[in-house]
């Protein structure tokens, strides 16, 4: 490869021109910012402090790469490697979902409301293990346990759990075909943000999600929305204790089906959590 310069701010002006065709501008500069924090630790403030600051032939492939990715839609979670939830600091690659600010709400809800310490909880469809990280890190003394149908998302979420110097248990399962687990009995809570987006709703979901994101942690059938929700429920009936907590996150579309549901079975206390955006988007609720 040849440039011209080796200047980071000309190479940051044409990237960002790059673009403009693409995103929205402010995206654009913005998604530009991030790879320079991201891959050389500099802010806007340090450009301005120090506008000739000059890249090495690697750090300019490096941005080179990037931005070439972000033509193709590639989210820049992926590209960068990483994202920050609640108070920790979560790696994520294409076997897992980016975690989204709706999930940091899941686990700032279960945060504020689980106060007792030693709990025993387990993290159904964990992924990049953020929820159960983030629920390790800032819960006196819980257990905390993970299962994921993906190997790869539960060698990402291990990692994870290294980084953030907690100590977790991940196991491969799938909830709909769950084997006996003995560290499984007597749980106080169940979190799950399962699949939960229907085949129709697919074709208005963003490019950058639809070509990059696991479609199994993202999509379930038309016909049974509610498959994850139901296998959970049947799992707690078994090993979740008497007076246990399950919390969920939701398609915003199916806030009553889920509640009936869970009052039909073992539950009670169902209570519809909105989020941010005013939308349908957790239930919480006790086992009788
Ligand atoms: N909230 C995610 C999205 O909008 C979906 C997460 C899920 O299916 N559990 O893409």
Redesign the pocket.
């Known amino acids: 490869m040849q440039w011209s310069t080796n200047k980071l701010s000309d190479h940051k002006k044409l990237y960002a021109e790059e673009l403009y065709p693409l995103y929205d501008k402010a995206e654009a500069d913005t998604f530009v910012n991030i790879l320079i924090k991201s891959f050389f630790g500099l802010s806007r403030a340090d450009l301005v402090v120090d506008p000739d600051y000059r890249l090495s032939e690697s750090e300019m492939l490096k941005l080179h790469f990037a931005v070439k990715d972000l033509k193709k839609f590639k989210p820049i979670q992926y590209i960068i490697k990483k994202i920050d939830f609640l108070n920790t600091r979560i790696m994520v690659n294409e076997s897992v979902?980016i975690p989204?600010p709706?999930t940091e709400e899941l686990a700032e809800l279960i945060i504020k409301k689980e106060k007792q310490p030693g709990l025993r909880i387990l993290d159904i469809g964990t992924g990049s293990g953020c929820i159960a990280i983030a629920l390790t890190k800032n819960l006196d003394e819980a257990s905390v346990f993970g299962i994921d149908i993906s190997k790869e998302a539960l060698n990402l979420a291990s990692k994870n759990a290294f980084i953030n110097e907690v100590l977790l248990h991940f196991v491969q399962l799938n909830i709909l075909d769950p084997k006996p687990f003995p560290d499984f009995q007597d749980l106080d809570l169940i979190v799950s943000?399962?699949?939960?987006?229907t085949l129709a709703e697919k074709a208005a979901m963003k490019e950058n999600?639809l070509r990059y994101e696991p479609h199994e942690?993202?999509f379930v059938d038309n016909d049974d929305p509610l498959l994850f929700y139901k296998a959970i429920l049947y799992f707690a009936t078994e090993h979740l204790v008497k007076g246990g907590r399950i919390y969920f996150?939701i398609n915003e579309k199916y806030g009553k089906e889920v509640c009936t549901l869970m009052s039909r079975s073992m539950f009670n206390n169902v209570v519809l959590h909105k989020d941010i955006n005013g939308k349908d988007r957790f239930v919480s609720s006790i086992k009788f």
Not at 193 to 197: A, C, D, I, L, Q
Request: net charge negative; charged share 25%.
């Open positions: 979902l989204r709706e943000n399962p699949p939960y987006v999600v942690a993202l996150e």
